[in-house]
């Protein structure tokens, strides 16, 4: 089933069809066949056995591009077992499937494609934040767009589709009995509360703006939303600026299942710790100009003030 499913993607012309060796349709003595010196000699398709000529004219053209190694019988016998209907509307070969160039990840690609499915929150993020669905899409690429760590990619997602177990969820099903924010201990405890709403994450995000996002160049003329803070901002050069976000959401997640109260020097320690370890591993990759792209307004202001 997968295969016939790549092949409606790759080849909507059905080339395979024409292929002469292997081919399931074309046999000899009840079997399919592959000359190795035929192929060798790029007659690969039924088109390549020159059909509007006859035998003894194709076969002399052939030898005389070089074929050895065979004789009339054999040629005229491979002709003769190809059926008529893959003789004639041949299609145009300009575009071949190099099934070469295709890796593992090209057909897991085919293969998720047939099966990809809208995300069960996607109409609740269009209807919360007012996007429409190229926005909504644009919103669960970010997490991989800028942030390497797959744990911070999972959270992300975990955000988007609310699927995090706060204190309100975890109620509801009987694994704690007070639903309250861990931070405030007093409104409940909402995905929503507890990454933007309740007091200590409000001025957490306030003195991240006031410290260190309005000092990034693309930046300086905005504020943070809450719908740059849940989704993310959708601006030109916002890179940085959505990876500092989703780092900070992290942050603050950590903090909640620790009990602890956020800090932005500790968050400042992290961030500078992640600036470090990107710096050593793009530079392993020999990526360095991708690592100053990302991180440029950083160094000019946060780094240079320190």
């Not at 409940?188 to 306030?206: D, K, R, V």
């Not at 991240?208 to 504020?223: A, P």
């Not at 740059?228 to 976000?245: H, K, P, Q, R, T």
Request: net charge positive; aromatic share 14%.
């Amino acid at each position: 089933m997968w295969r016939s499913n790549i092949r409606e993607i790759v080849d909507p012309n059905n080339v395979y069809k024409y292929v002469i060796w292997n081919n399931k349709e074309i046999k000899i003595d009840g079997k399919s066949v592959f000359y190795k010196h035929y192929f060798n000699m790029n007659i690969k398709y039924t088109n390549d056995l020159l059909f509007d000529k006859s035998n003894i004219e194709s076969f002399n053209v052939l030898r005389s591009e070089g074929l050895t190694r065979s004789n009339f019988l054999v040629w005229g016998g491979l002709r003769q077992s190809i059926p008529l209907k893959l003789r004639v509307n041949i299609p145009n070969f300009k575009v071949i499937l190099d099934l070469e160039s295709l890796k593992c990840h090209d057909y897991y690609c085919f293969l998720i494609k047939q099966k990809l499915e809208k995300p069960s929150k996607w109409v609740k993020l269009n209807n919360e934040f007012s996007l429409d669905d190229k926005q909504v899409s644009e919103a669960f690429l970010l997490p991989v767009k800028v942030a390497n760590k797959l744990y911070l990619r999972s959270f992300q997602y975990k955000v988007l589709n609310s699927v995090l177990f706060t204190n309100d969820r975890l109620c509801k099903i009987g694994y704690i009995s007070n639903p309250n924010c861990t931070f405030c201990h007093q409104l409940t405890e909402t995905i929503s509360h507890i990454l933007f709403g309740c007091s200590f994450s409000n001025s957490f995000w306030h003195e991240v703006n006031e410290k260190i996002l309005s000092k990034i160049k693309s930046c300086r003329s905005l504020s943070l939303t809450y719908c740059d803070a849940i989704v993310g901002s959708f601006e030109e050069e916002m890179d940085l600026f959505n990876y500092i976000v989703i780092l900070g959401k992290s942050f603050l997640w950590t903090c909640r299942c620790k009990e602890i109260l956020p800090s932005l020097n500790h968050f400042l320690r992290i961030l500078a710790t992640k600036y470090e370890t990107e710096k050593h591993i793009y530079f392993k990759l020999n990526k360095m100009n991708l690592f100053k792209e990302k991180w440029k307004f950083f160094e000019e202001t946060i780094l240079s003030n320190n």
